[in-house]
């Protein structure tokens, strides 16, 4: 196989399993691109964010590491807060850079950066220094994009370490969908048009760099709130303003595809579909079913929840010429096996303080005998910090309720729920039947696989 193939790794906002009509049978949603994507790649039915939220699932696709490793052991970062990627740490960037490849984040970081301050709080923010510890210290050559979601200030378009245009304005949005939070706004900023913008730069980027080996990370700003379908999607789902942009997202795919059909770059790249975790609880899930649409699809929860439709996410791989057509993989994968995955793909061993969780899915990629499972288990983190384990057909969640924003929430659990949760998959893929009580011995042996994690750094054997 060529030894530096480009790599295009899109990653969506807060987009269930569901909504992918090649996923989900029943979609109501007609996403042609990411079907078309699909059928001329991999689909995985089993793959796992490492967190059921944006920010710390961030981390673990861009260092191979799981997120609660990290400082931040429960929630998101906002627009203003400092850097969580440690320095000196490896990414998928910094490695493919190493290795001669030209390497752009375009899009949503929400990692942390370090804005310079002329005093104390959000208002004493310098726009016109230079920004520190941003995607360009953590092995991007260029990066364009937002510093966090886009309902979060400040409003700004960052070019490499400096905004494009110091802000001017107050903003808001308080429509439920269309949401985003008050805070500064730059003249060239408008929400509508954000994803537009930074889907024209990363097709500029293509363009200028066709000729020399690439790595684009893409992360989208939806379907996040706010939720602001174009024009020409408005309506065009049959569903809400949610399923619409859905489809301004599947879109977004076509149009990378089409430019790379258009350069003759699409025998030679790689390009990657997911999600950052599950669909939001803010597409209106109780809207969305009159119309027959269920964004978990057959999962229990939603985005911030330790149950399956928080962290159960969509991925997709396309690599015409290595990976088959049309193929579906139920092996369990999670979005922290990317960095093991590139260093496979280059034929490079990762350092040990590197990919502490990271398992290569090449193998899966090119249809290649392997020892199954790949992985011995997967560790799923929710928004509060609530642990579950997976392992084979059992999934073990060390709490009593869902760990995030569905019922029952944290401190709602009804009287006497057992501290724990262990559902068996294979027969219960809704996690409806708590089985904790008739299992001590795997919960046992499960929890000591988990601590087994966490105490040594590690969830792998270090590469030799």
């Not at 979609?27 to 059928?39: C, G, L, Q, V, Y």
């Not at 730059?186 to 690439?214: G, N, R």
């Not at 009159?290 to 978990?296: I, M």
Request: proline share 7%; aromatic share 10%; with cysteine.
């Amino acid at each position: 196989m060529p030894s530096k193939p480009n790599m295009i790794y899109i990653l969506a906002d807060d987009m269930g399993y569901g909504d992918i009509s090649y996923l989900n049978k029943d979609s109501k949603i007609n996403t042609i691109h990411f079907d078309r994507m699909a059928k001329e790649g991999i689909a995985f039915t089993d793959a796992h964010s490492s967190s059921a939220v944006c920010t710390p699932s961030r981390y673990s696709i861009l260092t191979g590491r799981y997120n609660w490793r990290s400082s931040l052991k429960k929630g998101v970062l906002n627009g203003f807060s400092a850097p969580l990627i440690e320095e000196g740490r490896m990414t998928v960037a910094s490695l493919l850079r190493e290795h001669g490849y030209r390497t752009a984040c375009i899009g949503k970081w929400h990692l942390g950066m370090e804005w310079a301050k002329a005093g104390d709080g959000e208002s004493e923010i310098d726009y016109r220094e230079p920004i520190r510890h941003g995607p360009i210290s953590h092995g991007f050559d260029y990066y364009y994009g937002i510093s966090a979601s886009l309902d979060m200030p400040p409003y700004v378009y960052i070019e490499n370490d400096r905004v494009t245009q110091v802000p001017d304005r107050i903003t808001r949005n308080d429509d439920p969908m269309a949401f985003w939070r008050e805070g500064a706004t730059a003249p060239d900023f408008e929400h509508q048009q954000v994803l537009p913008e930074l889907t024209a730069k990363t097709l500029e980027w293509i363009e200028q760099y066709k000729d020399e080996p690439f790595f684009i990370y893409f992360p989208l700003p939806a379907p996040h709130t706010p939720i602001l379908p174009s024009e020409a999607f408005a309506g065009q789902s049959g569903t809400n303003a949610y399923g619409d942009f859905v489809l301004m997202c599947d879109d977004v795919v076509g149009q990378i595809m089409n430019k790379l059909d258009d350069l003759h770059l699409s025998e030679n790249t790689i390009v990657i579909y997911t999600s950052d975790n599950g669909c939001s609880p803010k597409a209106n899930y109780e809207e969305l079913a009159t119309f027959g649409h269920h964004p978990s699809y057959v999962y229990r929860g939603h985005k911030a929840d330790i149950y399956e439709g928080g962290h159960r996410i969509p991925l997709i791989v396309k690599w015409p010429g290595h990976i088959q057509a049309e193929r579906i993989s139920d092996e369990p994968v999670c979005l922290t096996d990317l960095l093991a995955t590139v260093a496979d793909v280059l034929d490079v061993t990762l350092p040990p303080n590197a990919g502490e969780d990271s398992v290569s899915n090449l193998p899966i990629w090119a249809n290649l005998p392997y020892e199954q499972p790949l992985r011995e288990a997967i560790v799923h983190h929710s928004i509060q910090g609530a642990f579950s384990i997976r392992q084979g057909k059992w999934k073990l969640e060390l709490c009593p309720g869902s760990g995030g924003w569905s019922f029952p929430k944290p401190g709602e659990e009804p009287a006497g729920s057992p501290l724990y949760q262990l559902y068996d998959l294979s027969e219960d893929i809704g996690e409806t039947n708590n089985v904790v009580d008739a299992h001590p011995d795997i919960v046992q042996a499960m929890k000591l696989v988990l601590e087994r994690y966490q105490e040594s750094g590690r969830s792998t054997a270090i590469s030799s």
